[in-house]
């Protein structure tokens, strides 16, 4: 079973992450969120702290290996700043880790080396379509065999920082399998449309992308001729959106108890009334739940448990439901307030409110 201390090293790291989050994303939330995006040098200083690279071995210039508990350990430290911030500096996770998991041993030595061993870069990944029934298993862009490539058609959605891109893994239904390629994002056939505008994440910037007929050697299927297990790339973006749901939820609780408990209403504080006593323990209550299984998840995944794929779902979708609970509690318990800017926790209720439509946003 999974240990509930973190090692030394993974205290180290979450240490300075969690100085980052609250000494650099969260500051700058605010502003991020209201100019629509976040300045290039907290995304830098948030990639210089070295997660992703931490999951790369030596021999593709990283310094470590991957390990999902590491990774929602960060994943939840960093989103207890800002999710959209936490969103962007993980936006090459998309593009490496499903290069480390199901890549072959060219694709790795080609792919992975330029996108970890420099500044960050805007490499990303395109899975969500505009459809209402969306699922990733069955996926209406299409990649069909032509000759000694693939021809991708279809549109996207949600892709961070397409417009700036260098390089994306599309995912496209080939023969009824979801399966990944390695497309260039200037390349012919690719056309980004325009940002679209969201309840939240507004500091995130998230484009469609339309394929048509694009297309793509032999090569640059994820995996090579033979294709992929899609279930490790769902597994990882579930686990991390679930950690970082996590997180952001910890911090509308703190700053929900905090207010409670300084705030006086009729000569009482706020924190004394008995339906907030049982608003804020019952929060508390479901966070620390939904941590449990989160951790519990990525452990499964470290040591390939069968359970694995349906325990990350059980993770973020009760992580979904958790952070809408807790955050819209935490307008709550500010009252009139909770519904004024000044206070982060409107924006945290408008981006916990998207986590059951996160799907691929992110990866651990």
Same mark, same amino acid.
């Given at each position: 079973m999974y240990s509930f201390s973190p090692t030394e090293e993974q205290q180290m790291l979450l240490d300075a992450i969690g100085r980052y989050a609250e000494n650099?994303?969260?500051?700058? $939330?605010?502003?991020?969120?209201?100019?629509?995006h976040?300045?290039?040098?907290?995304?830098e200083k948030g990639w210089e702290m070295g997660v992703?690279?931490?999951?790369?071995?030596?021999e593709y210039f990283g310094f470590g290996e991957h390990s999902a508990v590491t990774g929602v350990l960060?994943?939840?430290?960093?989103?207890?700043?800002?999710?959209?911030?936490?969103?962007?500096?993980?936006?090459?996770?998309?593009? #490496?880790l499903p290069l480390l998991f199901?890549?072959?041993?060219?694709?790795?030595?080609?792919?992975?080396?330029?996108?970890?061993?420099?500044?960050?870069?805007?490499?990303?990944?395109?899975?969500?379509?505009?459809?209402?029934?969306?699922?990733?298993?069955d996926l209406a862009t299409v990649a069909e065999a032509d000759g000694e490539d693939y021809v991708l058609r279809g549109e996207k959605a949600f892709v961070p920082f397409a417009a700036e891109a260098e390089k994306m893994i599309v995912y496209a239904n080939l023969d009824g399998e979801?399966?990944?390629?390695?497309?260039?994002?200037?390349?012919?056939? #690719?056309?980004?449309?325009?940002?679209?505008?969201?309840l939240g994440l507004n500091a995130?910037?998230?484009?469609?992308?339309?394929?048509?007929?694009?297309?793509?050697?032999?090569?640059?299927?994820?995996?090579?001729?033979?294709?992929?297990?899609?279930?490790?790339?769902?597994? =990882?973006?579930?686990?991390?959106?679930? $950690?970082?749901?996590?997180?952001? =939820?910890?911090?509308?609780?703190?700053?929900?108890?905090?207010?409670?408990?300084?705030?006086?209403?009729?000569?009482?504080?706020v924190a004394q009334k008995q339906a907030i006593a049982f608003m804020i323990a019952e929060m508390g209550t479901e966070i620390e739940a939904i941590r449990m299984l989160v951790w519990e998840a990525a452990w499964m995944l470290d040591n390939g448990q069968r359970e694995a794929s349906k325990t990350a779902y059980l993770a973020l979708t009760g992580a979904a439901n958790m952070?809408?609970?807790?955050?819209?509690?935490?307008?709550?318990?500010?009252?009139?307030?909770?519904?004024?800017?000044?206070?982060?926790?409107?924006?945290?209720?408008?981006?916990?409110?998207?986590?059951a439509t996160f799907s691929g946003l992110a990866m651990v």
């Amino acid at each position: 079973m999974y240990s509930f201390s973190p090692t030394e090293e993974q205290q180290m790291l979450l240490d300075a992450i969690g100085r980052y989050a609250e000494n650099d994303l969260r500051p700058a $939330a605010r502003e991020a969120d209201e100019e629509t995006h976040f300045p290039p040098n907290i995304i830098e200083k948030g990639w210089e702290m070295g997660v992703l690279q931490a999951s790369v071995p030596d021999e593709y210039f990283g310094f470590g290996e991957h390990s999902a508990v590491t990774g929602v350990l960060a994943a939840e430290a960093m989103a207890y700043g800002d999710l959209s911030g936490t969103l962007a500096v993980m936006v090459p996770n998309l593009f #490496v880790l499903p290069l480390l998991f199901c890549g072959t041993e060219e694709q790795k030595q080609e792919h992975i080396p330029p996108v970890i061993e420099a500044e960050w870069k805007p490499y990303t990944a395109a899975l969500m379509e505009p459809k209402f029934d969306f699922d990733p298993n069955d996926l209406a862009t299409v990649a069909e065999a032509d000759g000694e490539d693939y021809v991708l058609r279809g549109e996207k959605a949600f892709v961070p920082f397409a417009a700036e891109a260098e390089k994306m893994i599309v995912y496209a239904n080939l023969d009824g399998e979801t399966q990944g390629f390695i497309v260039s994002a200037d390349g012919e056939g #690719v056309e980004v449309g325009q940002r679209q505008k969201l309840l939240g994440l507004n500091a995130l910037p998230l484009f469609t992308v339309n394929l048509e007929s694009v297309r793509v050697p032999q090569r640059d299927r994820l995996g090579g001729p033979e294709g992929h297990d899609f279930a490790p790339i769902i597994d =990882s973006s579930r686990a991390a959106l679930a $950690a970082m749901a996590v997180g952001m =939820s910890k911090a509308a609780f703190d700053y929900a108890v905090e207010y409670a408990k300084d705030r006086e209403v009729f000569g009482v504080k706020v924190a004394q009334k008995q339906a907030i006593a049982f608003m804020i323990a019952e929060m508390g209550t479901e966070i620390e739940a939904i941590r449990m299984l989160v951790w519990e998840a990525a452990w499964m995944l470290d040591n390939g448990q069968r359970e694995a794929s349906k325990t990350a779902y059980l993770a973020l979708t009760g992580a979904a439901n958790m952070a809408m609970m807790v955050t819209d509690r935490a307008v709550q318990i500010l009252g009139g307030h909770g519904y004024i800017r000044e206070h982060p926790v409107e924006l945290w209720m408008r981006n916990g409110r998207g986590f059951a439509t996160f799907s691929g946003l992110a990866m651990v």
